[in-house]
């Protein structure tokens, strides 16, 4: 007989936050200054990198409401929506062109070369952007250049922010966690 060894299923990786240290964290993000996550210290980057993913599976819940199974992810839920949660002023979507404007009009710039304003056009109007494009059309390539690099510094700005956030958040847990006398 000729025996196969059993191949290896690699096994998952283990668990770094708990549920609760989820909780924490996202509780911590909503009131700058939640319940500490017990259990850890972690590094700015793992903080960082679980705060992405944390927003990753809010914006899949929030497509598809059937992936909140337990009540942790309900809870975990709640909270993103209050962190990540659609904005209350968004700008409504433009009426559609009729087929008589559309056919005069090939548009004569290529969007592709502005790609953080066509970003923030895409957000803002969630059906047809034509409309806004036209109007984009008209301020000439200049001035879209100009919007679409502000773009992109406001975007770059943001994960400033956010890695600063991140920083702030592990030194407040550091600070909890050296203060409560724990060693770990």
Do not use: C
């Not at 017990?38 to 819940?61: T, V």
């Not at 059937?66 to 975990?76: E, G, L, Q, Y």
Request: aromatic share 8%; proline share 5%.
């Amino acid at each position: 007989m000729n025996r196969r060894s059993a191949s290896k299923v690699p096994s998952k990786p283990t668990r770094l936050f708990t549920q609760k240290d989820e909780i924490d964290l996202l509780n911590s993000l909503l009131n700058s200054a939640g319940n500490p996550i017990s259990g850890g210290d972690f590094s700015k980057a793992q903080i960082s990198d679980k705060i992405r993913r944390l927003k990753q599976k809010y914006h899949k819940q929030a497509r598809s409401k059937s992936s909140i199974k337990t009540p942790h992810d309900r809870k975990a839920y709640e909270l993103a929506r209050k962190i990540w949660g659609p904005k209350k002023t968004r700008i409504p979507s433009p009426p559609p062109l009729d087929d008589a404007k559309k056919e005069g009009s090939e548009s004569r710039i290529n969007w592709s070369n502005f790609p953080f304003l066509m970003k923030q056009v895409s957000r803002a109007f969630s059906g047809s952007n034509e409309v806004y494009k036209q109007g984009l059309e008209g301020l000439g390539e200049d001035v879209l250049k100009g919007f679409d690099e502000k773009w992109m510094e406001l975007e770059n700005e943001e994960a400033a922010l956010e890695d600063r956030r991140a920083q702030l958040f592990h030194n407040q847990l550091k600070s909890i966690v050296e203060a409560s006398g724990i060693n770990l």
